[in-house]
């Protein structure tokens, strides 16, 4: 059975920092790009980031650029997403969402919730 289970997300003030995690199981992570997507409320589906675990890339919105950084801890099929300088425009669920570049194959984890207030 194919699971993403995030955790990490919480109420944290502006200016403040968290760290999610997503353990992936079922497949075989390091075949898989490994993104993370939030939704604020009332809002779409909003891409953060994404990593390229064979070929060690990163990528970012300009949202989110030099406050956020992805990685990845392959020895315990884990990505990470650490968040700093937090906005309250950051506030969402964010999701972890796993993707094979070749089949298109994709899962997604159930989602927390960060919010970013004062």
């Known amino acids: 059975e194919v699971q993403l289970v995030e955790s990490g997300g919480g109420l944290v003030q502006p200016g403040g920092s968290l760290r999610l995690s997503c353990a992936a199981s079922?497949?075989?992570?390091?075949?898989?790009?490994m993104s993370w997507v939030r939704q604020a409320p009332g809002k779409g589906l909003e891409w953060v980031s994404s990593?390229?675990?064979?070929?060690?890339?990163?990528y970012y919105a300009d949202s989110v650029k030099g406050r956020f950084t992805i990685s990845t801890d392959n020895a315990k099929n884990t990505v990470y997403l650490q968040m700093n300088s937090l906005k309250p425009e950051d506030t969402a669920v964010y999701y972890c969402?796993?993707?094979?570049?070749?089949?298109?194959?994709?899962?997604w984890g159930q989602g927390t919730q960060v919010t970013v207030s004062s």
């Open positions: 969402h796993a993707e094979h570049p070749v089949t298109r194959t994709n899962y």
């Open positions: 079922g497949f075989t992570f390091d075949d898989y790009a």
């Open positions: 990593l390229y675990s064979d070929i060690s890339n990163t």
